[in-house]
C-alpha cells in the first residue's frame, strides 16, 4: 500500500503505544523512507524492511542520518507477489550469506554503522518448504557476520503444512521452531503469540544459565 495509507493505519497505533508506554522499543515494517522517516520521529527505533533498503533508494540516507535507529535486513528471492512462484537455490544459505554480504557493504557505504543492523534469513519469503527447514537447521552460519539474527516464523506455513491444519493450529509448531532458532543462534524472535513467546525464551535462557 501507498505511504498515505500506512500512515494512517500506524501513526494513531505508534502515537497511543508511545503516550501508555514511553519505554517500550517499537519497529515498524515498512520499504517506505517517508513512513519510517514519520515514525522515528514518533520513538520508533527500528525499522524492518523485508526488502533490505532495495525498494526506497533514499532509506539508507535517512538510516545514516540517525544513528540511533536500528535497521532489519532480510532476504527475499523476488517481491512478495512473485516470491513463492516456484523460488530456487543452488545453495540457500550460501545464497543468503553473500546477499547479507552485500547488504552489508552497501549499508556500511551509505554511512549506517555496523552495530544498528540485524540479519533476518527470510523464512518463507521466496523459499520452499525444504528451503525453510534448510534455514532453521543450519541458522548458526549466518553467526559469520556477528549481528544478531531476527527469526519470524510465527504460524508459518512451514508449520502447518507439514502438521495439518492451518494457521490458528499452529501456535504449538511454532513454540518448537522457536526453541529450535534459539538454541540454533536467533538473538529475536518476530512473533504473534507474546506470552507463549516469552515463556520459550525464558526457558530457553534458564538452560544457557546453567
Do not use: W
Request: some cysteine.
Amino acid at each position: 500500500v501507498n505511504s498515505e495509507t500506512q500512515l494512517k493505519r500506524i501513526v494513531p497505533i505508534i502515537t497511543t503505544i508511545k503516550e501508555k508506554y514511553p519505554d517500550q522499543i517499537l519497529s515498524v515494517d515498512t520499504q517506505n523512507t517517508a513512513v519510517a522517516k514519520k515514525s522515528i520521529e514518533l520513538g520508533v527505533t527500528i525499522i524492518n524492511d523485508i526488502s533490505a533498503l532495495r525498494t526506497d533508494s533514499e532509506m539508507a540516507e535517512l538510516l545514516a542520518d540517525n544513528p540511533q535507529i536500528k535497521v532489519v535486513l532480510m532476504h527475499m528471492q523476488g517481491i512478495p507477489r512473485t516470491m513463492q512462484l516456484n523460488p530456487f537455490y543452488t545453495d540457500v544459505i550460501a545464497e543468503i550469506n553473500d546477499f547479507f554480504q552485500e547488504r552489508i557493504d552497501y549499508c556500511l557505504s551509505k554511512g549506517i554503522l555496523l552495530e544498528n543492523i540485524i540479519l533476518d534469513p527470510g523464512i518463507g519469503f521466496g523459499k520452499t518448504l525444504e528451503h525453510n527447514y534448510d534455514i532453521l537447521n543450519k541458522l548458526e552460519e549466518f553467526s559469520i557476520f556477528q549481528l544478531p539474527i531476527l527469526v519470524g516464523v510465527s504460524r508459518k506455513s512451514m508449520i502447518y503444512k507439514l502438521l495439518g491444519g492451518g494457521a490458528e493450529n499452529a501456535l504449538n509448531g511454532t513454540t518448537a521452531v522457536h526453541a529450535i532458532a534459539l538454541m540454533k543462534g536467533a538473538n529475536l524472535l518476530r512473533v504473534h503469540d507474546v506470552k507463549a513467546a516469552v515463556e520459550t525464551v525464558r526457558i530457553f535462557n534458564a538452560m544457557q544459565n546453567q
